[in-house]
């Protein structure tokens, strides 16, 4: 079986697996999401995870998505992926978002290796843009009221 792993500071990857839950209930079995919550430590930390993956076994794959590559959470969950001989086979990715997060549930019994980076990558960059509102728009919204 293939997992998504969703691991963060904090309650982000806990809110980001509520979150896509609207755009793929049906998958969400297959969804692990854990957090570094504040003022715990990263032991306490990798005892969650270890819990939390506990089901997992040699022959699953694993997706993880991280908040912040290089971050406790991040290298943590590696470590722990490690102990359980899952990290060799895994893709590890950092920066998540939700249009990262929603491809990569798409798309994880799909693709693997290089073809799934590159299909889930440019959807996380894409989703970085500054939204600006027109004046006119403002304007007609206005006049409806």
Known sequence: MKY???VSHG???EGLKNSLAMFAEDKMDHVIATGLQNGKSVDDFAVEFRNAISSLTAEDRVIVLADIVGG???TTACGVLEEKGLLSSATVLGGMNLPM???SVV???VLDGTDFVQA???EATAALQEFKV???ELEDEDDDI
């Open 134 to 136: 027109q004046a006119e």
């Open 4 to 6: 998504l792993i969703l």
């Open 120 to 122: 889930v990558l440019p």
């Open 11 to 13: 309650g982000f990857a």
């Open 107 to 109: 798309m994880k019994d």
């Open 101 to 103: 997060a929603v491809t």
């Open 72 to 74: 406790s959470p991040l």
